[in-house]
């Protein structure tokens, strides 16, 4: 079904031929997203640069629905657990943004601080993991444990040893006794930890950062393994901060222009306006419609893209060809 679009304009600052990023609505008009074009929509677009111009039909691709900075915890788990266990979160709403990836552990408010040993391993987000078995990946820790904000916190390079109050990479046991598994997540062999001795205190908070990580469109689940054996061991949150969103896109495929047809030359300040959604009469690749009619004996039907069929109830279109659903031509023989 064709939606009509209203007051949709917005401006780009893309250079060239390629698709499109859009910045901002302009001045009296909407966004398309506000005017109602959702991620997925086929629209038809207009492009006005100064002289030049073009028309032409595109997917729209969306934005991430989210907030720069840190979400809300995304997984939550507390107390002792002495053996490594896999954990999912779903970061399906943040596909598209670039995060960091935030594990806050919390000693128990009661007990004996150093018993808090928290372990995570085979950190996995879009087809990247996270082993440490030879390296720190870029990871970050606190080295105090009294920021309880995150935008306060001051951030060091994670290290490898068992330097107390922060995030240590290591491997074959904890230092402390009774706390700590003695293999990595998969039966690996390194993983990483808070090292929660001296000076570490009861209610102390420990933050472990990513690398900053640009998600795909289709990014999935975060999984992780993490491991609880101590007495004091307290919580385990996950979040993402985010760190950029990036703006929707307009793929361009053209049907007319002042470039004879082709598509013009960006110049880094076009302004694009979208009119109606067009998802039925987009190019198809090899997709198979329905026709509601019922077909006669001894009669052609031609559709718009000038497929002949013969007593059928679907039809291929043929790729790069266009369709209008249930407009076709009888050719009855004379």
């Known amino acids: 079904m064709v ?26 008009y909407q966004t398309f997203a506000d005017a109602g074009v959702t991620a997925g929509d086929l629209v038809s677009y207009v492009i006005e640069d100064g002289n030049s111009w073009e028309i032409g039909n595109g997917a729209y691709t969306g ?24 954990r999912t979160v779903d970061l399906s709403a943040y596909a598209g943004a670039t995060v960091r990836l935030v594990f806050k552990h919390q000693v128990a408010a009661t ?16 087809g990247t993991l996270y ?8 990871f970050e820790t606190t080295t105090s444990g009294s920021y309880t904000n995150y935008t306060d916190a001051v951030f060091s390079t994670l290290g490898t040893g068992t330097t107390g109050e922060r995030w ?21 062999t390194y993983y990483v930890y808070t090292e929660s001795s001296s000076p570490t205190d009861l209610g ?19 999984t992780f ?7 004091t061991i307290g919580t385990l949150d996950v979040y993402v901060d985010v760190t950029e969103v990036s703006y929707p896109t307009l793929q361009r495929s053209v049907t007319e222009s002042s470039n004879s047809g082709s598509a013009i030359s ?29 077909l006669e004996s001894n009669v052609e039907y031609e559709t718009g893209s000038g497929t002949t069929i013969n007593n059928g109830i679907t039809l291929t279109v043929p790729s790069s060809s266009q369709l209008t659903v249930n407009t076709y031509t009888e050719k009855r023989p004379l």
């Open 3 to 28: 939606k009509l679009v209203n007051r949709a304009k917005m401006s780009t600052t893309t250079t060239g031929t390629g698709s499109i990023s859009l910045v901002a609505a302009e001045d009296g």
């Open 63 to 86: 934005v991430p629905s989210v907030s720069l900075g840190l979400s809300s915890s995304l997984f939550n788990v507390s107390g002792e657990n002495a053996s490594w266990v896999q």
């Open 111 to 126: 007990g004996t601080s150093y018993y808090a040993d928290l372990q995570l391993d085979q950190i996995a987000v879009d």
């Open 131 to 138: 082993d440490f078995e030879s390296s720190v990946h870029s």
């Open 168 to 188: 240590q990479r290591d491997a074959g046991g904890t230092p402390s006794s009774n706390t700590g598994l003695t293999t990595g997540g998969d039966s690996t």
């Open 204 to 222: 102390d908070i420990f933050w472990l950062r990513s690398p900053e990580i640009t998600l795909s469109g289709d990014v999935g689940n975060l």
């Open 225 to 231: 393994y993490e491991a609880r054996l101590g007495d």
């Open 266 to 294: 960006l110049s880094g300040d076009a302004k694009v306006f979208v009119t109606a959604t067009v998802n039925e009469l987009y190019p198809y690749t090899s997709k198979t419609v329905s026709i509601n009619h019922t």
